[in-house]
Nanobody, 128 residues
């Protein structure tokens, strides 16, 4: 059974940092693109960041560019999201996602439909 398990969320103050982890099990995603999305109460799920199958390319939403960094450790089958300078508007449930297809992808990484596997989410709350 394939599972993506997020961890690292919590309650922090504005300006603080958090590092989210997404550990995959059941199959390897070391050669698959992976991404992070978030969903705030009453809002649609939105793209946060993605990393290519090789880790050589990363993509970010404008709202987090320069503050968040996505990375991966293929040996651990894990992807991370380092979040710095957190703002109250970053408050949301953060979801990890993985493509089911290996190798390069030339399309839009921000589209939820390209990801085949999803975690259950971890809550991030940023107080002002």
């Amino acid at each position: 059974q394939v599972q993506l398990v997020e961890s690292g969320g919590g309650l922090v103050q504005a300006g603080d940092s958090l590092r989210l982890s997404c550990a995959a099990s059941g199959r390897t995603f070391s050669n698959n693109a992976m991404g992070w999305f978030r969903q705030a109460p009453g809002k649609e799920r939105e793209f946060v960041a993605a990393i290519s199958w090789s880790g050589g390319s990363t993509y970010y939403a404008d709202s987090v560019k320069g503050r968040f960094t996505i990375s991966r450790d293929s040996a651990k089958n894990t992807v991370y999201l380092q979040m710095n300078s957190l703002k109250p508007e970053d408050t949301a449930v953060y979801y990890c996602a993985a493509r089911g297809f290996y190798g390069p992808y030339s399309g839009d990484y921000s589209k939820p439909r390209i990801y085949n596997y999803w975690g259950q989410g971890t809550q991030v709350t940023v107080s002002s």
